[in-house]
């Protein structure tokens, strides 16, 4: 749990928009509902890991859904597949104006299909740093006099994002399929 909370405070720190949410302790769901009711989407969908909760979110706002859960497995700590494929619900039921879509959960996804620039671009954080790197065209590897791994040393990047990246490059690189 530390490092969950850990990981969400990093990615805000960052700029991002995070809703943390629980249907069991009824926590965020009336941000969920704010989402929900913005007008003109047309579908929502609900994607994340085994067991975080995807199908609980349906049943919350969907009563009458009756999508099957389970519970997270007290031996591993993860979610059991239960979804098997996506299914997209009408909502609300008396009104439907929304596809809520439930997928199945993401065991793993990859990179294949992206540039090396556009993996490198999905870390805002090294921009402004790169642009103090000796060479223009720095990756972050091993070249030397670079910006981000000199920031990374000191300790003012996180060393996930840092690792998440050279892991997306390389597969960016090999060119693996998954």
């Known amino acids: ?13 960052l700029g991002f928009s995070l809703i943390t949410i629980s249907t069991k302790n009824k926590i965020g769901l009336d941000a969920i509902q704010q989402v929900l009711d913005i007008e ?12 975080v909760g995807k199908s609980s979110l ?31 619900h009408l909502y609300p039921e008396n009104s439907p104006r929304l596809f809520l879509i439930d997928m199945p959960g993401v065991q793993n ?12 671009a999905a870390f805002g954080e090294f921009n402004f740093l790169s642009q103090q790197c000796k060479f223009s065209g720095c990756w972050h590897l091993n070249e030397p006099k670079c910006a981000v791994t000199l920031a990374l040393s000191e300790n003012r990047i996180a060393t996930s994002r840092y690792e998440n990246y050279k892991d997306m490059l390389i597969e960016s690189r090999k060119n693996l399929d998954y």
């Open 58 to 88: 349906i049943n919350y706002f969907l009563p009458k859904a009756s999508v099957r859960t389970q519970i997270v497995s007290d031996r591993t700590g993860q979610g059991r597949q239960t979804t098997s494929q996506s299914f997209a």
């Open 40 to 51: 003109g989407q047309k579908r929502l969908a609900f994607t994340g890991i085994s067991g």
């Open 109 to 120: 996804f990859g990179v294949t299909h992206l540039s090396e620039d556009q993996v490198k």
């Open 1 to 13: 749990m530390k490092e969950t909370l850990s990981s969400i405070e990093l990615y805000r720190d």
